[in-house]
């Protein structure tokens, strides 16, 4: 049986995912080495202890996405990145609380999500959640 492969927006969709999560781990560990003494109140091992837990969400909601073609998944995450960006918006006052580095690093989250988005909605990606996979080419030779 020909192995069928997964579209090109969801591969593409999963990389930048993966491009997120390091970009969470930098932040996180910006916060947790961070000398700055406004950041006195955040304990190293609490924001460790956060992203680990963070990191497995994530990892299971990519697997549901990516291998599974969970269309529920996709509106769970799209849902919220959603949420993430207006609760961001509503505290904007307080954006640079945590360090212009770790502000940075938030808003190139955000757009990574915002381009995942993107790849989950596009033609190709809505067979993969439908149900419709991709014939590998390869069965025809």
Excluded: K
Aim: hydrophobic share 55%.
């Amino acid at each position: 049986m020909a192995r069928a492969t997964r579209p090109l927006s969801i591969r593409r969709f999963e990389g930048l995912y993966y491009l997120g999560l390091g970009t969470g781990a930098l932040n996180a560990w910006v916060l947790a080495t961070s000398t700055d003494p406004q950041l006195r109140h955040v304990e190293p091992a609490g924001v460790l202890m956060d992203m680990a837990l963070i990191t497995a969400l994530n990892l299971l909601l990519l697997w549901l996405i990516a291998y599974r073609g969970s269309n529920a998944a996709r509106w769970v995450f799209t849902v919220l990145v959603a949420l993430g960006a207006l609760i961001m918006l509503a505290h904007i006052s307080h954006a640079l609380d945590y360090g212009e580095l770790s502000l940075a690093l938030t808003l190139a989250q955000y757009l990574l999500c915002a381009i995942e988005i993107l790849f989950l909605f596009r033609p190709d990606s809505r067979d993969w959640f439908a149900g419709r996979r991709p014939i590998d080419p390869d069965i025809f030779s």
